[in-house]
């Protein structure tokens, strides 16, 4: 498989997961890295420029879509074919990227959505809220309104071509899409827009709370990824 795949981890403070992640992802054949870092200040930036990582970084933290705006940037600046989005905190498990690729490889999707409560996924180390929150409510309003049934709506894991990104009538710029709004927003709209998307098994195994298992807060984090259901399906926001 030739270079034209990219792989954007996105992280904000990180230090020591991102190194585990950018490890993973040396064992990874055939793709190439950029790290979107998102205003890092707990060393995270030096020691992505230790290892002479290709990095974007943001001067200031900006959220976690801003970060999948400036990979998307980067992607479609360059010759590549699919981006592949994963976390920077070494949830996801960079070895099952050929498995998301593999349907858009093999013409059958043009985005894959990694579902860890697909048969032969994984969910690890989940909070409750969290476990009830990602597999039945937000998939259950989600699959209701784009009309298809979906099990992982909230994943961050997912390939996607680049005719999808390319497409004008995703307003991937708006300003209201750079918390945790668009990454729903990008899946809702590939659904509606026609393309094909599917799903894989995919890990997510959350760190220790103790280092830190995620920056999202349970209110506000959680309304982010909500929000674009409704802003959409009502067709407030397009």
């Known amino acids: 498989m030739n270079a034209t795949v990219l792989v954007a981890p996105c992280a904000y403070n990180e230090i020591p ?5 950018l490890d993973r992802l040396d064992g990874v054949p ?9 205003g890092s200040t707990d060393g995270t930036t030096q020691l992505i420029r230790s290892r002479n990582q290709a990095t974007v970084r943001h001067q200031h933290r900006s959220g976690a879509g801003a970060c999948v705006r400036s990979a998307i940037h980067y992607f479609l600046d360059r010759d590549y ?19 998301l690729i593999e349907p858009i490889l093999g013409n059958e999707c043009d985005l894959v959505q990694g579902s860890r409560y697909l048969p032969g996924g994984y969910a690890g180390n ?4 969290r476990r009830v929150a990602t597999r039945y409510v937000h998939p259950w309003l989600f699959s209701g309104v784009i009309g298809q049934r979906m099990t992982d709506t909230t994943n961050g894991f997912r390939a996607i071509h680049r005719r ?3 497409d004008s009538r995703m307003n991937l710029e708006a300003r209201w899409l750079d918390g945790y709004e668009l990454e729903p927003y990008l899946l809702y709209k590939a659904v509606k827009l026609g393309y094909r998307v599917g799903e894989v098994p995919v890990t997510k195994v959350y760190p220790p ?3 830190g298992y995620t920056k999202m807060k349970p209110v506000t984090g959680w ?6 259901i409704f802003l959409l399906g009502l067709g407030i926001k397009n």
């Open 17 to 21: 997961k991102i190194a585990r992640v």
């Open 81 to 99: 074919e699919i981006l592949v989005m994963l976390a920077g905190n070494d949830k996801d498990r960079p070895a099952e990227i050929l498995r």
């Open 164 to 166: 999808v990104l390319q």
């Open 126 to 129: 989940t909070p409750f809220y």
């Open 30 to 38: 055939g793709i190439d890295v950029v790290v979107v870092d998102d």
């Open 209 to 211: 709370k103790a280092v």
């Open 223 to 228: 309304w982010s990824i909500l929000r674009p």
